[in-house]
């Protein structure tokens, strides 16, 4: 009794695509144990901060402005002042807290040696902030 013979041609080929059930499984697993591990590691640290008042800033104060007038006499915010005045005022704006910035105008005709002593008499009352203004040049009133 001879039986037919077991031949398996088609079975001998390879296969050259690959099986993508064992790699969705992977996945699948891997996403539920994700799933339920990060919100157990999820760790809340208590930290007691620091409490702080912020207090309004002060505005800076306001420029004083000292001009040198052609004819050697001084100006305080426009305001005509003799020399005696002049030392009061300075180490009065010496003494304050925070200090208003000087800003020293002096007139092109006025005579150097006046710009000199007002300069001088800033910086012995103690004047931090001494500022010289200056116009461009061509600039016309």
């Known amino acids: 009794m001879a039986g037919p013979a077991f031949h398996d041609s088609d079975d001998d080929a390879l296969m050259s695509e690959i099986n993508m059930v064992p790699l969705i499984d992977v996945m699948l ?75 020293l105008h002096g007139d092109k005709e006025a005579r150097y040696e006046r710009v000199a002593q007002a300069l001088a008499a800033a910086h012995e009352a103690g004047v931090r902030n001494v500022g010289f203004v200056t116009e461009p040049a061509g600039h016309t009133q």
Request: proline share 12%; aromatic share 4%; charged share 15%.
């Open 29 to 103: 697993v891997l996403l539920i144990v994700f799933m339920i591990t990060i919100p157990v590691m999820h760790h809340a640290v208590s930290v007691r901060l620091p409490q702080a008042s912020a207090e309004p800033l002060t505005p800076p104060p306001q420029a004083v402005r000292l001009s040198v007038g052609a004819d050697g006499s001084y100006r305080w915010n426009d305001e005509p002042i003799d020399d005696a005045t002049l030392t009061q005022r300075l180490q009065h704006l010496a003494r304050q807290e925070p200090q208003a910035p000087l800003h």
